[in-house]
């Protein structure tokens, strides 16, 4: 019988985990089944113990269960533990459930394997201090850039954001108001503003010319910060599929111990 795995959130008809776990194990020779569970708003602590107790292997989380999955594993990787959420859940020898979160190494892969960024020197901006924003504050960090600016439309939140990783890098927290004439190398829109097709109130100025801007959101239409990067003289404007497609190869790596090509799937989805 092939290793089960699941993504489960909450809408989950839409999730791309499905295709994009089968097209990795397609290539890899990886014998797997990886099906869609739509989580119980009330019940998500059951749902998960019934997937691993039936013989699961691993889970991706998605929304609006990662917080709900850090509180439940057993075990936290240290950067699913500063992260805040876990996206990863993988089944130990032990039965012991290990949380992993690997949204922000899909993020710095996208960025500088797929795309050649280089976080030297570079002063990046992050916009929004949610859970997508935390989740990738670590692996940024560990790049090295020059400086690491969280700016949220809540000042406050990003200001606490930013003592929680102030041993972890140069990293500083504002209000989206306060960044002035700041400028960036790179801008990441981690903000929830483009479910509405909104773009977070930043000054026009804040992008260096021929600087970078990543919208951790994607759709079949570029997003509204995607547009926002074009119409700001960005010399790369990219959304978040990469990042998608990547987090999903770090999880199959991590379960499978097989690392999967991402070129050819992100190329189908985008
Ligand atoms: P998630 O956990 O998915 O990041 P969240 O915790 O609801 O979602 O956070 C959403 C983020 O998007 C927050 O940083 C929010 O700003 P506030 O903290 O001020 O609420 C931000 N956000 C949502 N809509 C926005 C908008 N129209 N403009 C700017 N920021 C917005």
Not at 78 to 102: H, M, P, Y
Not at 235 to 256: K, N, P
Request: hydrophobic share 40%.
């Amino acid at each position: 019988m092939s290793d089960r795995y699941a993504v489960i959130g909450n809408p989950v008809r839409h999730s791309l985990s499905p295709r994009i776990h089968a097209a990795f194990a397609s290539e890899t020779g990886e014998d797997i089944e990886y099906e869609r569970l739509l989580g119980d708003m009330e019940d998500f602590n059951g749902d998960v113990r019934d997937f691993f107790s039936c013989g699961g292997c691993g889970l991706n989380v998605t929304v609006p269960f990662k917080e709900k999955a850090w509180e439940l594993v057993d075990e936290l990787s240290e950067r699913a533990r500063l992260a805040g959420a876990v996206n990863t859940i993988t089944r130990l020898d032990s039965g012991k459930l290990l949380g992993d979160n690997t949204d922000g190494v899909g993020l710095v892969r996208d960025l500088a394997e797929n795309h050649g960024f280089d976080f030297t020197d570079a002063s990046l901006l992050l916009l929004g201090a949610g859970g997508a924003s935390r989740g990738v504050i670590l692996p940024l960090l560990q790049q090295q850039p020059a400086s690491l600016t969280i700016a949220n439309r809540t000042a406050e939140k990003a200001v606490s954001l930013a003592a929680l990783f102030s041993g972890c890098g140069d990293v500083y927290g504002c209000g989206l108001h306060e960044i002035g004439n700041k400028q960036f190398d790179l801008i990441i829109n981690a903000t929830a503003a483009g479910l509405k097709g909104d773009v977070p109130a930043i000054p026009d100025t804040c992008l260096v010319s021929g600087g970078w801007s990543y919208d951790m959101m994607y759709g079949t239409e570029p997003t509204a910060f995607v547009r926002w990067g074009e119409a700001h003289n960005a010399g790369r404007t990219l959304d978040g599929i990469g990042m998608l497609v990547e987090q999903a190869a770090e999880s199959f790596y991590m379960w499978r111990g097989v690392r999967p090509h991402t070129a050819a799937v992100i190329q189908q989805l985008g």
